[in-house]
């Protein structure tokens, strides 16, 4: 819970000052013992700590955002919504639309192509392969039955 002082109850600066509970209990307990001085260096100290403390996440969150830029998916999300944007009719499920057009943005259709092409080559390989494998299979049967007779 915070606590807010005006300037006249805090006697500390000139504005209105938001101060956590053990700020307030350090502001209470000091004041009758302590010139107006020292309760302003306490405070620094535990504003200093405070802010440090602030610090630390915003530096992580700094580091994590550059890490996704130069991953390059803050601009494929950044596509995707734009697309999902400037789309004339709005899908009925937005997650599904981005879920499926997140994978296929760094695809263009130039880079695609070959590997379009590169599947339409192999899948014929694979039915001449299978065709010659069954007349070589034939081929075999028509020899086993000899061998068989003459054992």
């Keep these: 819970m915070l606590t807010t ?3 006249p109850q805090a006697k ?3 504005t209105s000052v938001v101060l956590p509970p053990v700020v307030c209990a350090l502001l209470g307990a000091t004041r009758q013992h ?3 001085s020292d ?3 306490e405070l620094k100290v535990v504003a200093n700590a405070i802010m440090a403390h602030y610090k630390a996440p915003d530096s992580k969150r700094e580091q994590f955002r550059r890490y996704l830029e130069k991953a390059g998916v803050v601009d494929s999300l950044t596509k995707v919504l734009v697309d999902l944007y400037e789309k004339q009719e709005k899908p009925d499920n937005p997650l599904e639309f981005v879920k499926d057009n997140l994978g ?3 695809l263009s259709q130039g880079s695609s192509y070959p590997l379009q092409q590169e599947v339409i080559d192999l899948r014929q390989k694979c039915a001449s392969l299978e065709e010659e494998n069954k007349q070589l299979r034939t081929k075999l049967l028509q020899y086993e039955p000899e ?3 003459a054992e």
């Design 5 to 7: 002082f005006s300037a």
């Design 12 to 14: 500390l600066c000139t």
């Design 34 to 36: 302590k010139a107006l």
């Design 39 to 41: 309760i302003r260096s």
């Design 104 to 106: 296929t943005s760094s």
């Design 147 to 149: 061998e068989k007779a």
